[in-house]
């Protein structure tokens, strides 16, 4: 109850935050249908640099276990710092897809609102199918976001554990024991890239709907 206490007065801060900046921006033309379309295809980019950077991982690692002979110090920096970057490729995912869902609430509930403006019967059911289609189609992104986003944990686990035990063990020993990480590290993120790629065909088709 404390903690209840405590976050709520936050996230009434930060709705009532969205609400300003979505009367702000609407106030010099931008609606929110302009909005939502904006951030999915920023979540579109950032789904693009992540892939780039996972097959960046992919490569170092597989630099890192053909090492034979050199710096190992130097090799674990270079292995950390592409999981620091992945880490953050993969925030920015996140993030993104966030403020996708926030904008996309508050337009479907003002979509749903104003129904009940209309005194035409047909255009009010024209909208209303319209409505319905378009949350369809969202919900079906949405999940398709997400199921990409949850296909970068299991390669940023992994990658964070090579960089661990890298670091603990500087030495050609445990060179040879991350070599049969690879194969799976592989797998991984082909599998990333293929949801990222779905995701992204899927945010075009969106953005073509929201602009009809």
Request: charged share 25%; with cysteine; proline share 1%.
């Amino acid at each position: 109850m404390r903690y209840l206490l405590i976050i709520l007065p936050l996230l009434l801060s930060l709705t009532a935050c969205q609400t300003a900046y979505y009367s702000a921006m609407e106030k010099v033309g931008v609606h929110k249908r302009d909005i939502l379309s904006d951030r999915v295809e920023e979540a579109q980019e950032s789904q693009q640099d992540a892939q780039q950077q996972f097959k960046s991982a992919l490569d170092q690692f597989s630099q890192l276990i053909q090492f034979d002979g050199g710096d190992l110090q130097r090799a674990y920096e270079a292995t950390d710092s592409e999981y620091q970057a992945c880490k953050k490729a993969a925030d920015e995912v996140s993030e993104r897809i966030d403020s996708i869902e926030a904008v996309a609430d508050a337009l479907f509930d003002e979509w749903q609102d104003e129904l009940e403006q209309y005194t035409s019967a047909k255009f009010k059911q024209d909208s209303a199918r319209k409505l319905e289609s378009t949350k369809r189609q969202y919900t079906t992104l949405l999940k398709t976001m997400r199921r990409a986003e949850k296909s970068m944990l299991p390669v940023l686990a992994s990658l964070k554990d090579n960089s661990l035990y890298l670091k603990h063990n500087l030495n050609a020993k445990a060179i040879g024991a991350l070599q049969g990480e690879f194969g799976s590290i592989q797998r991984d993120i082909n599998r990333l890239i293929s949801d990222m790629n779905t995701a992204i065909a899927q945010s075009e088709q969106f953005v073509a709907t929201l602009k009809q």
